[in-house]
Every structure is written in C-alpha cells, then in structure tokens.
C-alpha cells in the first residue's frame, strides 16, 4: 500500500481523505492507497481514525513510508517552508493552493525536477475542472494562442444573481456569503485577486515562461451597478469577471469585469460555476467547464494528482518548468487592445468628435448616454476619455 499524508484538515483537505477513504484505490496498474497521516494543529477527538492525526510536520518529513503529501493548508506560511522540504526530501506533493503556486511555483517545480518528484496541482486552478494535464499533454501539439476564463465562482455567482435577478452588488454579496460561496472578508474574490493568481498559473503552463501574477493588472466587480447591468443587455451581453491572456511577441494579461457577448459561450456560465476557454493555432477553440470550487470538485483533482504520482511510482517524472521570464516580457497594461463601454454625461456631438464611430444606448439613466468604441489601445482610449465627462467604463471582451 502506498502511504499517503495530508496537511490541512479543512475543507479540501477532508474531502480527500473521504475520497481515498471510500472509494478504496486498489485496481489492475494501480497501488492501494491509504492514509497515514493528518496534520493539523487542531483537535478532532470523534473522529473515526483519530490516530491519523499529528500535529508534529517532522513525523510527515521523516517517515520514509510516505510517498505522497497532500497540502491542504491554504495560504503561503507554513505551507512554502513545508513544501520545500518535502521535495527536498524526495516526497511527491499534490497541492490545491493557488497563492502558493503562483508566487512560488518556478522553485518548487526546479526542486522537484531536480528530486525527480513531482510537484502537482491540477486542483489550483478551476476546482474540479482538468484544465492543467490538458495543457501539459493533448493540447500541447497546439500554440496556445489565448487564454479566457471565468475563474473565481464568487464573483460569478455575484454577477449572476444582479443579472438574473436584479440584485444590486451588496445584496448579491451578501447571499453568496449566506450561502457559503464567499468569505467574510471576501476582498481576495471581488477585487480579482483569486482570479489573477488562476491566471498567472495558465499563462505561465501556457508559455512556459513565468508569469508573475504581480504583473497582471488587476481589477474587481466592486463598482459594477445594475445600471451597467442594464446597459449591457441593452447592447446584446452580460458582464462576466474575465481572466484574459495571449501572447504574439509579448505576453498580455489582465483580469477585470467585461462585457461578454450573449452568442459567445461563456455569456452562459451561471452561478458558481467557472469555464476556460483555450484558442491554439490548429485546434481552434476548446472550452472547459465544471464547478471551480467546493469540497468535493476541488478534492476529487486533488486525489487525481495523487493517483498520476503512485502511477508513476519508480518511473522518471513528466516535469513542468517555468523559465524566468525577460524582461518586458509582459506588455504593459495600457498597451492592451478592446472596445471600450462608457458612460458619459457628455453630448453625443463631442463623443463622435473624439471616438468617431461609436455604438449609443440611451434610456437607462437620465442625463447619461452610454456608448461602445472601436477597437483602440488603453492609453489611447485613455487619452480621449480624459477629455469627456466619463462616469465609469468597462472593456469588451474582443474573443
């Protein structure tokens, strides 16, 4: 039997003990695997296999019977310092952290090449949705040319809930956290935090190179308003919380609310569900979709990874690498391309003056037009919009 470990006794991490624990791998071309250990620093006294439990990381580090760790943990101290010397180690290590992965992953994965251990984390990105074995085998005939997500269930379900039910943000907010779908301090969803480090992750497996999420322009469904809800519908879309990323030369990356075409197929991810859509050179489009979050989505990707590690028990590994990346290698934020929605207080004379041809919506709030450019660089559409008495404006998604 293969002796797997688990950090973190939370959400995820209980989960994937109920997995291995019920469903009992023991199949042609597979080990069995079973749990040895539980780290946790609380106590859980009715539990049925309290003798799991430890709260010493040594007793996970220096056992030579354990093959896999699973870290659970969420955030990134301890869970960096425990990761590294697991691989370190020689141990195999599955992972659901996204903050983890993104602000430390070209490390980790040096260490685990250099350990021949893997380092996995198919459940960082999308919940329960394969999305990172695709990019790292059947999609890797492909240049991967574009990257579009919804990629945070939060902010979904948020968004869904003022387009199908006229909720205004803070009462959309408040429901998701009635209903479990957001934190108390829900900051790291709504201001796109969560979704820019799922991006970075993609775009880094897309290209190779390391892209810091630090670097990606960033921002959150804080000040949409029905109003903008109202407008979108006007104009044929909805407004999603998108993760956008492509690359010619150059890497471009950004996350924010945008205006999604209701013809293009992520119009229609509801709820708390995320979708990712991937444009390669000769593939053309392909879309992934599931449940980006929960207990069981998230876990079962979890128990996947550990499945492909034991099956490779004494085999060489399939290593990820992320190369740093040169310099200027992620195009400026205002260099990136996309009509623009704008709502502005200004008369319809001096807007055609400055944006020329444009696309008008009157009738949602007295004294405001709202209107759609052209296709123009941000700092162009900058340069103009500081000229007009503009409200707010949002980017259409150019698919």
Known sequence: MVKVAIMGYGTVGSGVYEIIRDNNFDYEALNPIGVKYILDIRDFPDHPQKELFTKNFDDILNDGEVYCVVEAMGGLHPAYEFTKALLENGKNVVTSNKELVATYGPELLQIAKDKNVNYLFEASVGGGIPIIKPMCSSLMSNKIQKIIGILNGTTNFILTEMIEKNKDFSEALSDAQKNGYAERDPSADVEGHDACRKLAILSSLAWSEYVDYKDIDTEGITKITLDDVKYADKFGYVIKLIGYSEKNDKVFARVSPMFVSKNYPLSGVCGVFNAIVVKGNYLGTSMFYGRGAGKFPTASAVVADVIDSVRHIG?????????????????????????????????????????????????????????????????????????????????VLEA
Not at 337 to 358: A, P, W
Not at 359 to 370: L, N
């Open 315 to 395: 085999a060489k590994k399939q290593y990820l690498e992320w190369k740093p990346a040169a310099e200027g290698y992620i195009k400026p934020a205002n260099e990136g391309v996309f009509r623009f929605f704008v709502r502005s207080q200004s008369q319809k004379e001096q807007i055609e003056s400055l944006f020329g041809n444009v696309e008008f919506a009157d009738g949602i709030k007295d004294g405001e037009t709202g209107f759609i450019t052209d296709l123009m660089t941000e700092k162009e559409f900058l340069d103009k919009a500081n000229i007009l008495n503009v409200n707010s404006f949002i980017r």
